[in-house]
């Protein structure tokens, strides 16, 4: 059963994540570290989860990586990451990934196919102009189907049409519907992958991982004992704890922070 954490109080899980030997603080990027923003590429992590996870990134044995359905080009943007950031990246629900001292490492699997996607971006683009607010997002493997601006019953409108489209001619590719967003990509990962990846990558011994959205839920579904899942505002969760908002991350990550640096002392 997930539990609220209140700034300022004590948990038995955060506290022993905080002492796992090598520790991951994976954070989903939109709802998780930055507040939901309308136009998607204006997204950035708030000053105080950036100053957090600069910290925690410090420690020993302590790493730290965005997990986002991003493309990865559109993540380092948001993310205002360059060659020399501590953080790791998993992009495109990890298909896609970016490691402090060695940078890209896509996961296997197929490249891009430019001209089936080019035709999905061609063939959406009618759809999504008919309707006022809603936006196309080009991704590496597919599209995202943007609707933050736009009134719930163009939304549903929207997202109907698109989602005929697809199954008419791309019935194959993996679906996802997460915030105001419908996600179609020709990869099959999810962020369930991106724990794997992480965790091998960095040999943790645990992870916690924080996330607002339904696609989120991939990657707590597979966390274990020794791991902590933290759902970020309202719905549905396998997590065991929750967050209200992106601010209050911000404060469990000071927590995480203060505790994984007093164990160190």
Do not use: C
Not at 119 to 141: C, M, N, S
Not at 200 to 226: P, Q, S
């Amino acid at each position: 059963m997930t539990r609220t954490w209140t700034p300022g109080t004590t948990d038995e899980a955060l506290a022993a994540i905080a002492t796992t030997p090598r520790l991951v603080i994976a954070l989903d990027f939109d709802g998780t570290a930055s507040p939901l923003v309308p136009d998607p590429m204006s997204a950035r992590a708030l000053p105080e989860v950036k100053a957090q996870l600069e910290r925690l990134a410090a420690l020993p044995n302590t790493h730290v990586a965005y997990v986002s359905g991003r493309s990865m080009d559109d993540l380092r943007v948001i993310a205002e990451h360059d060659d020399d950031s501590a953080i790791a990246l998993a992009g495109s629900h990890g298909a896609q990934y970016w490691f402090p001292g060695s940078g890209d490492e896509d996961a296997p699997g197929a490249s891009p196919d430019d001209g089936v996607r080019e035709e999905l971006w061609a063939a959406a683009q009618p759809i999504v102009d008919r309707y006022e607010g809603i936006g196309l997002e080009q991704k590496t493997f597919g599209m995202g189907i943007h609707a933050r601006r736009a009134t719930p019953e163009a939304e549903a409108a929207a997202f109907a049409e698109v989602d005929a489209l697809v199954a008419a001619r791309f019935p194959h590719w993996r679906r996802r519907q997460g915030h105001r967003i419908l996600e179609f990509s020709s990869r099959t990962e999810g962020k369930d992958a991106a724990m794997r990846v992480l965790r091998e990558h960095f040999d943790a011994t645990g992870i916690l991982f924080a996330g607002d959205d339904v696609t989120d839920e991939d990657a707590i579904a597979v966390l274990g004992a020794d791991d902590l899942g933290v759902r970020v505002g309202p719905g549905e969760s396998a997590a065991a704890l929750r967050v209200d908002t992106p601010q209050d991350m911000a404060a469990l990550l000071e927590a995480l922070a203060a505790e994984r640096s007093s164990g160190r002392e």
